[in-house]
Each structure stands twice: as structure tokens, then as C-alpha cells.
């Protein structure tokens, strides 16, 4: 048995949101929010001192405790799209 994939990932890359068919994805209930948990990988993090703006920390806080391993989620998320973004511009 071979696990080559047979997909055309360039293909699936250069797929807009759009183009994508979601329709067999039920829709997220409040109800699948309300019991869903954020996950961290296990993987040591730096400590750092950065300047936010105060509305955004203030949001960040009201979503609890974990309110630190959200903002490195999000850091995270936006460095692995930026990423991702300047691949796709050095291929074209």
C-alpha cells in the first residue's frame, strides 16, 4: 500500500474560501461553543514584554484565565498565515 497522497495541494492552495464546498459541515451551535476548550499544544514558551492596546487586553481578560495561552493562539495563528502568505507570494 502506498501513502503517497494523490491530492494536488497546489491546486487545493490556490482555492479561495469561496470555492470551497461546505455544505456537507453542519453549521457551530452556542451549544458547541459553550462546551468547546481551547487545547495548547505542550511546547515551551518565552516570556515577553509587549505593548497592546487596552481594549484589546481588556478583551483577551474577559475570556478568562487562559487569557494568555489565547493571545499566544492568536499570535500563533497570525504568524503561521503570514507565513503561508509570503510562500504563496515567492511561488507566483
Not at 474560501?17 to 505542550?42: G, H, N, Q, W, Y
Amino acid at each position: 500500500m502506498s501513502n503517497t497522497s494523490k491530492t494536488d495541494w497546489s491546486r487545493i492552495d490556490a482555492m479561495t474560501d469561496d470555492e470551497i464546498d461546505t455544505s456537507d459541515i453542519p453549521p457551530l451551535t452556542d451549544e458547541f461553543f459553550s462546551k468547546a476548550k481551547l487545547r495548547m499544544p505542550v511546547s515551551p514558551l518565552a516570556t515577553v514584554t509587549i505593548r497592546v492596546d487596552s481594549e484589546t487586553l481588556a478583551w483577551f481578560e474577559s475570556k478568562g484565565e487562559e487569557a494568555e495561552q489565547h493571545m499566544a493562539a492568536a499570535l500563533r495563528i497570525y504568524a503561521e498565515a503570514q507565513k503561508k502568505a509570503a510562500t504563496m507570494r515567492q511561488s507566483t
